[in-house]
C-alpha cells in the first residue's frame, strides 16, 4: 500500500516464476522455524504462555534468544510479539538490575568505617562505570540494528515504538548527560529520515516525541543544576522545570519552515508549525500588538505591503528547481499573493473572488513607470495562470475564471 507515492515497504510486488516461488515457500518454512524456535526459548506455547502474575515464563534471555529475535524481525517487523520477546530479553536478562541507583543501594547498605566506605564508594563508582558501558552499547547496538529496518519498513509502528523504548531505557539506566546525547542523536537521525519522506506523519510524529524529551527537566544538562540561583531555588516546580529544560521552539519552528520551502504542500511540516506558533508567541512574550503582527491582523496598508512582498520573494524563489508536481500550488500562491499586493497599492482589499479584483481603476491618475509596473505584474500574472492551466487542465475553467476576475 502507499501514501502519497511513498509504499509502505520498499519492495515492489511482481510476477514470480516457479523458481522463485519455490525460493519463496522456501523462506517461508525457515521462517516459520525461526518462530518455533524463539517459542521453545521462551517457553510460549498455546497451552502455557503466562504464569498467574501475568508475566511470560520464558526462562532464556540470553543473546541466542536476542539473536533470533534479529533473524525474526528483519523477516517480519510487523510481529509484535517477538518485539516483546526482544524487550523482555535486553531487560530480564541482559539489562539485568545494572541501573545505578540499585547498584549503589545494594554496596552501600551498610557501611563499617570511613576507609570502609571509601573503599565501598569507589568499588560503587567502579561498578556503575561497567554497568552503563554495558547498557549504552546495548542500546547503541540495537538502535542500529533498526537503522536498515526503518528504510526499509519506514511506515512500521513497531520499529518507532522500540526505538522510543531504548532511548526511553537510557533516561532510566544511563547517567542524564550520556542518555541526552542518545537523545540528540535520535534528532539528527529523524532529520535525514524526514529528508528522504517529508510527509512520513511517523516521522513526524516522532520528532515530536524526541523533542519533547530534549526540552524536558530530567534530560536537562546535568551543570545547569549547578547554575540555579537562590532566587530559582524559591520558584515552583513547575517554573524551575520551564528554567533548566531549554525551549527548541525557536528551532523547530525555523525547521518546519525549512521543509515547507523544500515541499509547499508538506501538509505534516504545516501542522507542526501551526501547533508551534502559540507556544512562540508565548516564549517571545509578545503583547497583542505582536500577536496581531504575527498573523498578519490588523496591519497598516504598508505593512501588509511589506510583508507580502517577503512572501512572494519567498514564493519565487521556491519556483526555482521546484518539482514539475508540486509547481501548481506555488503558481496559485503567486497569483493571489500578488493580486492582494497589488489591491492594496490601489486601495483595496485586492480579493480574487467575488468582485473585480486589484486591476482596475486609477489609471489615468498613475505616471508611466507606475503604469508601465502595473502592465508588467499583469503580464507576470499572465503567465502564472496559463502555466496553471497547463499542470491543472481539469480546473480550466477555475484559471479563466480567476484570469477575467483580475481583468487581465
Same mark, same amino acid.
Given at each position: 500500500?502507499?501514501?502519497?507515492?511513498?509504499?509502505?515497504?520498499?519492495?515492489?510486488?511482481?510476477?514470480? @516464476? #516457479?523458481?522463485?516461488?519455490?525460493?519463496e515457500l522456501q523462506k517461508i518454512q525457515e521462517?516459520?522455524?525461526?518462530?518455533?524456535?524463539?517459542?521453545?526459548?521462551?517457553?510460549?506455547?498455546?497451552?502455557? =504462555?503466562?504464569? @498467574?502474575?501475568?508475566?511470560?515464563?520464558?526462562?532464556?534471555?540470553?543473546?541466542?534468544?536476542?539473536?533470533?529475535?534479529?533473524?525474526?524481525?528483519?523477516?517480519?517487523?510487523?510481529?509484535?510479539?517477538?518485539?516483546?520477546?526482544?524487550?523482555?530479553?535486553? =531487560?530480564?536478562?541482559?539489562?539485568?538490575?545494572?541501573?545505578?541507583?540499585?547498584?549503589? &543501594?545494594?554496596h552501600l547498605g551498610k557501611r563499617s568505617s570511613?576507609?570502609?566506605?571509601?573503599?565501598? &564508594?569507589?568499588?560503587?563508582?567502579?561498578?556503575?562505570?561497567?554497568?552503563?558501558?554495558?547498557? /549504552? $552499547?546495548?542500546?547503541?547496538? $540495537?538502535?542500529?540494528?533498526?537503522?536498515?529496518?526503518?528504510?526499509?519498513?519506514?511506515? =512500521?509502528?513497531?520499529?518507532?515504538?522500540?526505538?522510543?523504548?531504548?532511548? #526511553?531505557?537510557?533516561?532510566?539506566?544511563?547517567?542524564?548527560?550520556?542518555?541526552?546525547?542518545?537523545?540528540?542523536?535520535?534528532?539528527?537521525?529523524?532529520?535525514?529520515?524526514?529528508?528522504?519522506?517529508?510527509?512520513?506523519?511517523?516521522?513526524?510524529?516522532?520528532?515530536?516525541?524526541?523533542?519533547?524529551?530534549?526540552?524536558?527537566?530530567?534530560?536537562?544538562?546535568?551543570? &545547569? %543544576?549547578?547554575?540555579?540561583?537562590?532566587?530559582?531555588?524559591?520558584?515552583?516546580?513547575?517554573?524551575?522545570?520551564?528554567?533548566?529544560?531549554?525551549?527548541?521552539?525557536?528551532?523547530?519552528?525555523?525547521?518546519?519552515?525549512?521543509?515547507?520551502?523544500?515541499?509547499?504542500?508538506?501538509? @505534516?511540516?504545516?501542522?507542526?508549525?501551526?501547533?508551534?506558533?502559540?507556544?512562540?508567541?508565548?516564549?517571545?512574550?509578545?503583547?497583542?500588538?505582536?500577536?496581531?503582527?504575527?498573523? %498578519?491582523?490588523?496591519l497598516t496598508s504598508e505593512e501588509r505591503q511589506?510583508?507580502?512582498?517577503?512572501?512572494?520573494?519567498?514564493?519565487?524563489?521556491? /519556483?526555482?528547481?521546484? !518539482?514539475?508536481?508540486? =509547481?501548481?500550488?506555488?503558481?496559485?500562491?503567486?497569483?493571489?499573493?500578488?493580486?492582494?499586493?497589488?489591491?492594496?497599492?490601489?486601495?483595496?482589499?485586492?480579493?480574487?473572488?467575488?468582485?473585480?479584483?486589484?486591476?482596475?481603476?486609477? %489609471?489615468?491618475?498613475? !505616471?508611466?513607470?507606475?503604469?508601465?509596473?502595473?502592465?508588467?505584474?499583469?503580464?507576470?500574472?499572465?503567465?502564472?495562470?496559463?502555466?496553471?492551466?497547463?499542470?491543472?487542465? /481539469?480546473?480550466?475553467?477555475?484559471?479563466?475564471?480567476?484570469?477575467?476576475?483580475?481583468?487581465?
Open positions: 500500500m502507499a501514501s502519497h507515492g511513498v509504499p509502505r515497504a520498499s519492495g515492489t510486488r511482481q510476477h514470480k @516464476s #516457479e523458481a522463485a516461488r519455490q525460493k521462517y516459520k522455524s525461526l518462530v518455533e524456535a524463539l517459542n521453545v526459548k521462551a517457553n510460549v506455547t498455546p497451552a502455557i =504462555c503466562f504464569t @498467574s502474575d501475568g508475566q511470560i515464563s520464558a526462562q532464556e534471555y540470553t543473546t541466542d534468544t536476542l539473536s533470533l529475535t534479529t533473524k525474526l524481525l528483519k523477516l517480519n517487523p510487523e510481529y509484535y510479539t517477538v518485539w516483546n520477546h526482544r524487550r523482555r530479553v535486553l =531487560c530480564q536478562g541482559l539489562f539485568g538490575d545494572t541501573s545505578p541507583s540499585s547498584t549503589s &543501594a545494594r570511613s576507609e570502609h566506605d571509601q573503599t565501598e &564508594a569507589h568499588n560503587v563508582d567502579s561498578t556503575n562505570n561497567n554497568a552503563n558501558n554495558k547498557i /549504552l $552499547d546495548l542500546i547503541r547496538t $540495537d538502535l542500529n540494528f533498526l537503522v536498515p529496518l526503518l528504510r526499509q519498513f519506514p511506515k =512500521c509502528y513497531w520499529i518507532w515504538n522500540h526505538r522510543v523504548w531504548l532511548l #526511553e531505557q537510557s533516561t532510566e539506566r544511563l547517567p542524564r548527560n550520556t542518555a541526552r546525547s542518545l537523545w540528540e542523536e535520535e534528532l539528527g537521525l529523524v532529520s535525514k529520515m524526514l529528508a528522504l519522506d517529508g510527509r512520513n506523519f511517523h516521522g513526524w510524529g516522532y520528532r515530536r516525541i524526541v523533542v519533547k524529551q530534549l526540552e524536558s527537566e530530567k534530560l536537562a544538562p546535568e551543570d &545547569a %543544576d549547578a547554575k540555579s540561583t537562590p532566587e530559582e531555588a524559591e520558584e515552583g516546580s513547575e517554573m524551575k522545570q520551564k528554567r533548566k529544560g531549554k525551549s527548541m521552539v525557536e528551532s523547530e519552528f525555523q525547521y518546519t519552515w525549512q521543509m515547507i520551502r523544500t515541499n509547499l504542500s508538506n501538509f @505534516s511540516a504545516w501542522h507542526y508549525r501551526a501547533n508551534l506558533i502559540p507556544r512562540l508567541l508565548d516564549e517571545r512574550g509578545g503583547d497583542g500588538d505582536t500577536r496581531r503582527k504575527f498573523i %498578519d491582523e490588523d511589506e510583508q507580502l512582498h517577503k512572501q512572494l520573494q519567498i514564493l519565487k524563489e521556491m /519556483l526555482e528547481g521546484a !518539482d514539475p508536481g508540486e =509547481c501548481k500550488w506555488i503558481y496559485e500562491a503567486l497569483v493571489r499573493y500578488s493580486n492582494v499586493e497589488r489591491g492594496l497599492r490601489g486601495g483595496n482589499d485586492g480579493r480574487v473572488e467575488g468582485g473585480k479584483g486589484g486591476g482596475g481603476g486609477g %489609471d489615468e491618475d498613475e !505616471d508611466e513607470e507606475k503604469k508601465k509596473e502595473k502592465e508588467k505584474e499583469k503580464d507576470q500574472q499572465r503567465e502564472w495562470l496559463n502555466e496553471l492551466k497547463k499542470l491543472d487542465p /481539469l480546473r480550466r475553467g477555475r484559471w479563466e475564471d480567476m484570469e477575467k476576475a483580475l481583468l487581465l
